[in-house]
């Protein structure tokens, strides 16, 4: 079952914006709209930021934002901030044999 | 609040199996799904399988198949992932996390377990 491909990294400078791009195929993000966006910091549990292609559960602050295009989800990340360093993956459904698959994940870096 | 707890760090020898707990509170368990993560030490996020606590349905990843098994216990409101056959590239932090094969929302705080003869 192959993975969702997201880049190995992104940076940015604090209060800019970046954008965390998850590319699947038809069978998984671009066909369904039960993608989501895990958040983990080092050593934790992951931590659910985007569920459904774009809902935000309550608590996540409103900087987190989720688009879908195709078969590519993105993750956006305005107003970047320090505690939010962290490794990020994105996860879908898929039709094929095993239902569920994560991204690679992508490290975020705030210089 | 929603909790997820999960029992202790394992260390098992090659070919043998471990059953790792997760009991969960402060929701109707009946209600959701459990599924399991897995991550290598070093590596992502790696599916393994759901199980529906309503009707003991269960999904697992194709390359487990035959390997893992999920059950349920309503009474004491725990998920229980056993792994057999076990081989060192099974050492990982094993999650437990609830929700279904859609996505999940509250995560366990994740069991090490150590595959080394």
């Known amino acids: 079952q192959s993975a969702l491909t997201q880049p190995a990294s992104v940076s940015g400078s604090p209060g800019q914006s970046i954008t965390i791009s998850c590319t699947g195929i038809?069978?998984?993000?671009?066909?369904?709209?039960?993608v989501s966006w895990y958040q983990q910091h080092p050593g934790k549990a992951p931590k659910l930021m985007i569920y459904?292609?774009?809902n935000r559960p309550s608590g996540v602050s409103n900087r987190f934002s989720g688009s879908k295009s195709g078969n590519t989800a993105s993750l956006t990340i305005s107003g970047l901030q320090a505690e939010d360093e962290a490794d990020y993956y994105c996860?879908?459904?898929?039709?094929?044999?095993?239902?569920?698959?994560f991204g690679t994940g992508t490290t975020v870096t705030v210089l | 609040q929603v909790q997820l707890v999960q029992s202790g760090a394992e260390v098992k020898k090659p070919g043998a199996s471990v059953k790792v707990a997760c009991k969960a509170s402060?929701?109707?368990?009946?209600?959701?799904?459990i599924n399991w993560v897995r991550q290598a030490p070093g590596q992502g996020l790696e599916w393994m399988g759901w199980?529906?606590?309503?009707?003991?349905?269960?999904n697992s990843a194709e390359k487990l198949l035959g390997r893992v098994t999920m059950t349920i216990d309503t009474f004491t409101n725990t998920a229980y992932m056993e792994l057999r056959s076990l081989r060192s590239d099974d050492t990982a932090v094993y999650f437990c996390?609830?929700?279904?094969?859609?996505?999940?929302?509250?995560w366990g705080q994740g069991t090490l377990v150590t595959v080394s003869s």
């Open positions: 038809s069978s998984d993000i671009g066909g369904y709209n039960y």
């Open positions: 459904d292609v774009s």
């Open positions: 996860g879908s459904y898929t039709s094929r044999f095993t239902p569920y698959v």
């Open positions: 402060g929701y109707t368990f009946s209600n959701y799904g």
């Open positions: 199980i529906a606590a309503y009707n003991d349905n269960t």
């Open positions: 996390a609830r929700g279904g094969i859609w996505g999940v929302d509250y």
